[in-house]
């Protein structure tokens, strides 16, 4: 058994001895986030530069952390716009991705003056110059391109495959003249991202190559274009198996190293590179903290039973990935890891509602609480959060001095929210 403390249980433990906290919640270490964020910001490539992605956390407070430690950020709806612009993101700190912008959408980043619109079809290229010629702009864009390379990950894949996301390679050649040819946008690179959470930095390094490569063909096509801005989207990786003292996440330095070798070798000096990162700068920040309410043992399987589960976090759900998980006793002592075999599941009238399966955790029992650990990307934002009605969960951001509420817990009136009843 290891019995271990993560400096983020030390304080979620703090915070549950005051009885103010009601589970389910999320608690996301502030500490951990700036530790990731100057990992990301050491001997950084003079060219490179980093926009934090909403999508994998988009509470306000964790937003506005990032634009006050000087990153952009990289949106995907329309809705991610406002609250970019609720936080205090100018255009020209703002990239626009995803693969369905509405005209309404469209139109709302042309006047807020994005840095850049990523454009997924020659269809999406038209309806975008429209909206400018109306407004009487000029918008500066990337082109997403579905590459004919893949990234041998078992990671999701995002390119290299069928897929609904950008312009498939084999007819990139004839489909960019259509779009260099509209007069109110401006064409200023591409946008390749091809799979996420890796972990091997050689893989990074030669998606990098792959890349760069079809920079230059494309070049060489159309000499009177150039790719001032390449996209490379997310993929940085970390270490879902261990908990966060022994991670083994993509070993940032090498990558970095590589990536100016490359860089170098192509001549790209002159290029912008540009990485949507959120992954490996909020994930291991975050703790689902959930109490057993019951204890069943049925048919050679223990369960424990929650107050909380796939309705908050629904990534075990999406993509089958087991996560840490530790133990915070009702007696306030802390086990992690005591090889004991139980199914974690929640409150939903589903068999999908499972938080972990065969988790080697300690013996617990009624009134204990299961924390899963790395849970501050992709986790509540993702969740089947209406499903059967419960709360949303409390959510608090801390650090090693204090702590505060980033959302209140959902009340019964949210479920009549927007409806005339």
Request: net charge negative; hydrophobic share 35%; glycine share 6%.
């Amino acid at each position: 058994m290891n019995n271990k403390l993560s400096e983020s249980n030390k304080y979620i433990k703090k915070m549950l001895e005051l009885e103010e906290i009601q589970t389910p919640a999320y608690f996301y270490n502030e500490e951990s986030i700036r530790k990731q964020i100057n990992i990301l910001n050491t001997n950084t490539p003079d060219n490179f530069e980093i926009f934090y992605a909403m999508k994998g956390n988009s509470n306000p407070f964790i937003v506005e952390f990032f634009k006050n430690n000087g990153f952009g950020t990289e949106i995907a709806s329309g809705g991610e716009l406002f609250l970019a612009k609720k936080v205090g993101f100018k255009g020209d700190q703002i990239i626009y991705t995803g693969p369905s912008k509405s005209n309404e959408e469209l139109k709302e980043a042309v006047k807020f003056k994005l840095k850049t619109i990523h454009i997924e079809s020659v269809n999406e290229a038209i309806r975008l110059n429209k909206i400018c010629e109306e407004l009487g702009v000029v918008q500066n864009i990337l082109v997403r391109v579905n590459a004919n390379f893949e990234v041998h990950t078992t990671s999701t894949q995002l390119s290299g495959c069928a897929s609904p996301f950008g312009i498939t390679e084999e007819v990139l050649l004839e489909e960019l003249p259509k779009i260099f040819e509209l007069s109110n946008i401006h064409f200023q690179g591409l946008h390749v991202y091809n799979a996420s959470g890796i972990l091997d930095y050689k893989l990074l390094l030669q998606n990098v190559q792959n890349v760069f490569e079809m920079v230059n063909r494309i070049e060489s096509e159309f000499p009177d274009e150039k790719c001032e801005y390449i996209d490379f989207g997310g993929g940085l990786g970390i270490d879902y198996e261990h908990h966060s003292e022994n991670s083994k996440n993509c070993d940032i330095p090498a990558f970095y190293n590589g990536l100016k070798e490359k860089v170098k070798n192509f001549n790209f000096e002159d290029r912008k590179l540009i990485m949507e990162i959120s992954r490996f700068l909020v994930a291991e920040s975050g703790t689902y903290v959930t109490q057993i309410r019951d204890i069943k043992h049925s048919r050679g399987t223990d369960f424990y039973i929650c107050d909380g589960g796939v309705n908050h976090f629904a990534t075990t759900m999406h993509f089958d990935r087991p996560h840490p998980i530790s133990v915070i006793h009702k007696n306030l002592s802390i086990t992690i890891n005591n090889k004991y075999p139980i199914n974690i599941t929640g409150p939903l009238c589903t068999g999908v509602d499972v938080l972990g399966k065969n988790a080697p955790i300690s013996q617990s029992e009624v009134g204990d609480f299961i924390c899963v650990e790395k849970t501050g990307c992709y986790a509540l934002n993702a969740g089947l959060n209406h499903f059967l009605s419960h709360r949303m969960p409390i959510e608090i951001l801390f650090n090693k001095n204090n702590w505060k509420v980033v959302r209140k817990r959902g009340e019964r009136e949210d479920l009549l929210l927007n409806i005339d009843y």
